[in-house]
């Protein structure tokens, strides 16, 4: 009897580790889409998150077409 306690002990605490590992890994993979610094494009002024956007001269733009319109002027 006091082995089968045993077993399911172990079993309750991997099961427990694993919970919360995974739990661990998720929020990691879902925090930065939601907490992703948002950025304006200085030539047209829409807001975008920074990573889809485009860093050239200390601005960013939406797209690699406004950047050289932008530079152009
Ligand atoms: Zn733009």
Known sequence: MGRLIFILA???VVYLL?????RQQSPKQDAP???????RCV???VHFPRSEGILAGGNF???DEHR????AK
């Open 68 to 71: 050289r319109e932008h530079e």
């Open 10 to 12: 172990v079993i309750a």
């Open 33 to 39: 889409a939601q907490s992703e610094e948002m950025v």
């Open 43 to 45: 030539h047209c002024g």
């Open 61 to 63: 733009y939406c797209c």
């Open 18 to 22: 694993l919970r919360s590992y995974s």
